[in-house]
């Protein structure tokens, strides 16, 4: 509360308004180089300024938040604010943005829901191709579905699974989503997340992309999909793929693999890198470096994975305690 006071952010508490921004060009199909966003959001500040109970932050390229603060304000006033900003760096910029903004809501503890549902809904915009659009989330229904931070993480770890886990989790993943009925446009959003997601997993593990994705575009093959089942086999051939992909590497990089072994082996035991780079003979700059390139994963974040795997394991089998198992 001291804090809010002192960088005089008390409207947070009251009110509030999100917008979520996309900068067009970023979706379009093969757009060229990305816009001076920096200078965007600058122009942005210029523009609002006046306002003052507002903050603007970047989410990932090509898409930001703007948090208003609503008390004593109708959201008209908000929307038209929206669309001053969009004119404005339309004019100076010439950058086209999109916009979809939230409901009424109280307290910056909903933040975080509210940004999560308006963004679902300006990639579904962008994906029905529509472009230079301000949608106010009021008008729409509650979207059906989003990729969260729980589903993130779960595909992150079943890319280390066999693919027989690979199958079945998607499988069951699916069967989950068939029970809610859900429209095409957002089985299309999930497709899109998870391809992306796969993309940046790829990059980071410094894989051949092209040996995984081929010439794919990914719109066009989701409109080769007959059936949800061919996107999930889709998905299903991708993971398995960047498996395959994971095995030349660590061929490539046998001292990741031996790595990996020894921490699957003393998971149960307080690990340093120095310990584990002493055991393997190499230093632990070098392990570090290795490690990462061939993973692309710090060697202390598959460290805490194998001991959450291990400890999922424990208490789903229901013998021990939670104290027991910590």
């Known amino acids: 509360a001291g804090r809010l006071e002192r960088e005089k952010l008390t409207w947070l508490r009251d009110d509030l308004l999100v917008a979520v ?3 067009d060009a970023r ?14 959001r600058i122009v942005i500040d210029e523009a609002i300024k006046y306002y003052r109970d507002y903050f603007m932050m970047p989410l990932e390229p090509g898409i930001f938040l703007l948090v208003f603060g609503a008390g004593g304000k109708t959201g008209q006033e908000i929307g038209e604010i929206v669309r001053q900003i969009q004119a404005t760096v339309s004019r100076f910029c010439s950058i086209p943005l999109s916009f ?14 509210q940004k999560e549902t308006v963004k679902t809904i300006l990639l579904e915009q962008y994906f029905r191709g529509n472009k230079h659009f301000i949608v106010h989330r009021d008008t729409l229904e509650q979207p059906d579905v989003t990729l969260g931070d729980d589903q993130l993480m779960q595909l992150d770890e079943i890319l280390y699974l066999e693919e027989r886990n690979i199958i079945a989790h998607f499988d069951e993943f699916f069967a989950d989503l068939a029970q809610k009925h859900l429209s095409k446009e ?10 992306m997601f796969l993309k940046r997993k790829i990059k980071a593990m410094q894989l051949d992309e092209a040996g995984i994705f081929h010439d794919d575009q990914p719109y066009d093959i ?45 998971y149960r035991e307080k ?54 198992i910590a």
Request: net charge positive; proline share 1%; charged share 30%.
């Open 271 to 324: 690990m340093t890198l120095r310990q584990v780079a002493d055991a393997l003979f190499v230093s632990p700059s070098y392990l570090s470096r290795v490690f990462k390139k061939s993973t692309g994963l710090h060697l202390f974040a598959y460290m805490n994975r194998v001991k959450m795997k291990h400890a999922r394991e424990l208490i789903l089998q229901r013998n021990m305690s939670l104290q027991e």
């Open 100 to 113: 979809v903004v939230s409901g009424r809501f109280r307290g910056a503890d909903n933040i975080k829901f």
């Open 222 to 266: 989701w409109m080769s999909f007959k059936s949800y089942e061919d996107m999930k086999a889709y998905l299903v051939e991708k993971f398995i793929g960047i498996q395959k992909e994971l095995k030349k590497s660590y061929a490539k990089h046998s001292l990741a693999e031996r790595a990996m072994k020894y921490v699957e082996e003393r």
């Open 27 to 40: 979706f379009n199909e093969g757009s060229g180089d990305p816009s001076d966003e920096r200078t965007m």
């Open 186 to 195: 957002w089985f299309q959003v999930l497709y899109m997340e998870i391809v």
């Open 21 to 23: 921004g996309g900068v």
